[in-house]
């Protein structure tokens, strides 16, 4: 059965360095999503991705957030100078439209010390 | 702004024992609501989506039904392995994002 897969499983990073979260999305999917969630609340939307462009995005999605589809496979989800509050299980999500179920990868963590 | 109620936090259930999970929305327009299982530590998995009153559906010993401002999961004769926090989200009329709830975690005890 096709899956979304996210690499690293589980990253440790500094305050203030950038990370790079990867995807491959499920392969004839055309949405791509980002959603977040810190430990013990809610998962929470971050972005949307479509034909080479953020779609929709939420008021987390912030300058320090940025997102590409550098090939036909991969997707990616870059945070800029980490905080220690960007610690949370970062999940990627891809569907076939946008009115369709989601199929979400089993997430990064990402722990900011 | 979307919002979305589940109730309640944690039920712990004796394996066989039915009970019904809660999640209340309040939506400007609902294209659909979703209900997803998520296993600690792990991303959430598709179960249903449900996009009209009235609608309903079934997998094995889940059944998800939806009215105008609810919808509710049901659990019959539960097994130790339906043990894992349930999360119902919507989809607005108005966008594609999903909005989630805090989820119900289930346990249920062989």
């Known amino acids: 059965e096709p899956e979304v897969t996210q690499t690293p499983s589980h990253q440790v990073t500094q305050m203030g360095q950038e990370v790079i979260l990867r995807c491959v999305p499920i392969?004839?999917?055309?949405?791509f999503y980002w959603y977040r969630q810190i430990l013990g609340q809610k998962v929470e939307f971050l972005v949307s991705f479509y034909n080479n462009e953020i779609s929709e995005k939420s008021e987390i999605f912030d300058d320090q957030f940025s997102v590409e589809r550098p090939d036909g496979s991969n997707f990616t989800l870059k945070i800029r100078s980490t905080k220690l509050e960007d610690s949370a299980m970062y999940f990627c999500?891809?569907?076939?439209?946008?009115?369709?179920?989601?199929?979400f990868g089993q997430g990064t963590r990402l722990t900011v010390v | 702004e979307d919002q979305v109620t589940q109730s309640p936090e944690a039920l712990r259930l004796q394996e066989g024992e039915s009970s019904s999970l809660n999640c209340s929305y309040t939506v400007s327009g609902l294209r659909g609501l979703f209900w997803y299982r998520q296993d600690p530590g792990k991303g959430p998995e598709f179960l249903f989506t449900l996009y009209s009153a009235g609608e309903e559906k079934e997998k094995e010993r889940l059944k998800a039904t939806l009215t105008k401002k609810e919808s509710f999961l049901h659990i019959t004769a539960p097994k130790p392995e339906d043990s894992a926090t349930y999360l119902c989200?919507?989809?607005?009329?108005?966008?594609?994002?999903?909005?989630f709830g805090a989820g119900t975690t289930v346990t249920v005890r062989a």
């Open positions: 392969s004839n999917h055309l949405y």
């Open positions: 989200a919507v989809q607005a009329l108005v966008a594609y994002k999903l909005s």
């Open positions: 999500a891809s569907s076939r439209d946008q009115k369709n179920q989601a199929f």
